[in-house]
């Protein structure tokens, strides 16, 4: 990748308030860096007892944790989860927060389709919010504290095998399955652009 760090490589600095969920209770921090594995934080307290955390972003929800490390007010923290898992979540933290050069691995566009999420055996309306060839963001009906292999449906599109990567109360981030090529077959002609960007 000429110009460009790898997703792997790159890392996002920022000063981002944050709380970290231990068994002992909550902690307020800062979100120093982030990276594909884990972030940095500064902490406004003692270091937790806890090995496995839960850190929770204002707007983004809670990403499940390992501590890694701890030296004075400084935290390192592992992201729990598959390979797959922790590049999308890093990808739309790069959204989210990153600059705009070099940041989207696949090009993301708002739209606004009335769409079905089947999870557990169950169907759930839901609103698709935007779509890439690499995954969707919608928004549900309620907060159902859904996790793991969906399928994202709707009247433009057949199924598309996903798993959710992050949730925020009724809002979800979901990661496709298939190959990026395969999601442009099923959505390039609703969205040209997209399909482009593969």
């Avoid at 979100?31 to 496995?52: D, F, M, N, W, Y």
Wanted: aromatic fraction near 6%.
């Amino acid at each position: 990748m000429t110009g460009q760090q790898s997703l792997e490589q790159q890392q996002i600095t920022l000063m981002q308030p944050a709380r970290i969920h231990t068994a002992e209770g909550i902690l307020d921090c800062e979100l120093i860096q982030l990276s594909r594995t884990g972030a940095k934080l500064r902490l406004q307290g003692g270091l937790p007892v806890s090995q496995q955390v839960f850190l929770s972003i204002r707007d983004f929800g809670q990403l499940a944790c390992s501590i890694a490390a701890g030296e004075g007010d400084i935290l390192e923290v592992t992201f729990s989860g598959d390979p797959q898992v922790q590049d999308a979540i890093f990808q739309d933290f790069l959204d989210r927060f990153g600059d705009e050069e070099g940041r989207r691995r696949f090009l993301r566009r708002s739209v606004l389709w009335p769409g079905a999420l089947e999870a557990g055996g169950k169907q759930h309306d839901c609103t698709i919010l935007n779509m890439s060839l690499g995954g969707a963001k919608i928004a549900i009906n309620e907060d159902l504290g859904l996790s793991g292999s969906v399928v994202l449906s709707a009247d433009r599109f057949d199924g598309l095998l996903a798993t959710i990567v992050w949730t925020s109360g009724r809002m979800l981030g979901l990661q496709f399955k298939d190959d990026p090529y395969q999601v442009a077959e099923v959505l390039g002609e609703l969205l040209p652009a997209i399909k482009a960007s593969a």
